[in-house]
């Protein structure tokens, strides 16, 4: 993958860093945005100069043609992608990197070397997912929601095998009618810091503005994706992941879990089930 990203990007990354990875279709509700907010929260760690455990963080996925956010967070994320990277202060510590033109034949590549899949999802929202179940079976842990084939995972690998957070479906519809970001980000020092490095426009200095929109939007209380309702929760579970990669032996017994329990996802099993249980034959 080193190797790839180095071809394709022209980026030199350092294998022994945590390779975190969420590669699949860029759109609001798989929370790319949510990603990206965590990697700013990471590099005012490096610049308040506090130690992380050292990433990589790779973001891949297209956006359809008339989808205007989708494709203002992939500029986001290159914008954050230029600063951090050109920052002699991140270095060693922290690289963010947009994957170009993500297709079966990268994830062929991508998949076996990630070592943390990003399975951010607002809870309710996804169907099931699939590029979750590969990623396990390469052997990657997964942080994500309580949504879609997410739930499956951690029940098969265990919960003490899968990164937990963010609100539940029942939670987050619950929380829908009293929902207030603006008071969620002034109560929270990591979210208020996130969102000063967003407005000040450090990310945007020859396009003043050009965020708003995505700005505006999390602020807003209409949010359906209840991003910043899971900001902390997703920080928080972040922090543990830094914590137990430390642990080699710990990190390597959670990842072969993973792939012993993926048998659960073959095809001979859903076709057999579906033969015996939708369509009796």
Not at 106 to 134: D, F, H, R, W, Y
């Amino acid at each position: 993958l080193a190797d790839l990203l180095q071809t394709t990007t022209g980026f030199s990354v350092d294998t022994s860093a945590l390779f975190d990875v969420q590669v699949k279709r860029i759109h609001e509700y798989k929370r790319q945005l949510m990603n990206v907010l965590h990697v700013i929260h990471l590099y005012d760690q490096i610049l308040r100069g506090e130690t992380i455990q050292p990433r990589v963080v790779i973001i891949g996925g297209k956006a359809a043609p008339g989808y205007h956010v989708a494709k203002l967070i992939i500029k986001l994320i290159n914008n954050v992608a230029s600063v951090i990277n050109n920052d002699p202060t991140a270095k060693g510590k922290l690289q963010l990197i947009f994957f170009p033109n993500y297709r079966v034949s990268s994830m062929e590549v991508i998949c076996p070397a990630t070592e943390l899949s990003e399975q951010i999802s607002t809870a309710g929202k996804e169907a099931s997912g699939t590029g979750n179940m590969k990623f396990m079976m390469n052997g990657a842990l997964t942080i994500g929601t309580f949504d879609g084939a997410n739930i499956e995972i951690r029940e098969k690998a265990g919960a003490e095998n899968f990164f937990l957070f963010g609100l539940e479906k029942h939670e987050i519809d619950a929380a829908r009618a009293s929902y207030n970001p603006n008071a969620l980000i002034d109560q929270t020092d990591e979210l208020k810091r996130i969102f000063h490095h967003l407005e000040s426009g450090r990310f945007s200095a020859s396009e003043p503005g050009i965020f708003d929109l995505l700005i505006q939007g999390l602020r807003n209380a209409g949010d359906q994706w209840m991003t910043v309702a899971d900001l902390k929760s997703f920080i928080d579970a972040q922090k543990n992941v830094g914590e137990v990669y430390q642990d080699v032996e710990t990190w390597n017994r959670m990842s072969i879990h993973n792939s012993a329990s993926s048998g659960w996802f073959s095809s001979d099993r859903t076709i057999r089930q579906y033969a015996d249980e939708i369509w009796h034959v």
